[in-house]
């Protein structure tokens, strides 16, 4: 039997929901979802690590489980760092290592460059650090998509018209190249998209991964990275949104960091490369940890 542990937590704007898996001797590892508003649900894989250590995760606020409260000035980064801050506390979680994936693992870094908090390490799982960059690179991606696809783009673009059927019929081509690649997709990233907050992504965020309209369009940590001193673990996939040479340059900028980059892999390389990502991660914090 896995022990399983879940609740809700105060945080600013209304109660966040969470739960744990595992209980083993390792340091627990909190997980931040990515979106910004997309659920935990398709961070399940990562209970494979729930052997070992504790694993938690939680929806922020707006999305999931968690409360709606529909009040945009809340869908700012400075909240969602003070949200992971009362759920650190609320759980008691003294030593910690923390994941975060894309939006996740920005906030994460946004965290540590905020607090300096004490962290066992930091893994970040195709995270940009710089939006404008990823904006310019998921465009390039953009360009090598059918003419048919760019097209309808185009068109919905220029209109206005970005949630018609067509226009996200296209947005689709560009998520199975470089989002999720698996056939048919997995439960817990449908399920993600399913329980989304939109209202959150189309605040921060914007209609699309290369459509970044919101207000962290502006988000670019690039000449902070060099500040972050806890052992650090990116991860990413060949086919990432989040580029590979995107990751390869927040390697160099941040001391001591490593890099694992996942072939025939993109954004959810830890649904397409299951064994190989939980491996990675395993001994990982299995150097870290002996290291301490």
Known sequence: MVARDEGFIDVEGGRVWW???GEGPGVPLLCLHGGPGMTHHYLTPLEDLADRRRVIFYDQLGCGKSDRPGDTSLWVVPRFVRELVTVREALGLDRLHLFGSSWGGMLAMQYVLDHRPPLESLLLAGSPASMPRWVRECNELRAQLPPDDRQELDRHEAMGWTTCPEYQRAVLTFYRRHVCKLDPWPEGW???????GYDVYNTMNGPTEFTVTGNFKDFDLTERLGEIRVPTLIVSGEDDEARPAHMQDMHRRIPGSEIQIFPDASHLCFWEQRGDFMAT???FL???EKAA
């Open 19 to 21: 739960y744990s898996v």
């Open 190 to 196: 449908e399920r993600s998209l399913e329980e989304a």
């Open 281 to 283: 991660v395993n001994r």
């Open 286 to 288: 299995d150097r870290v």
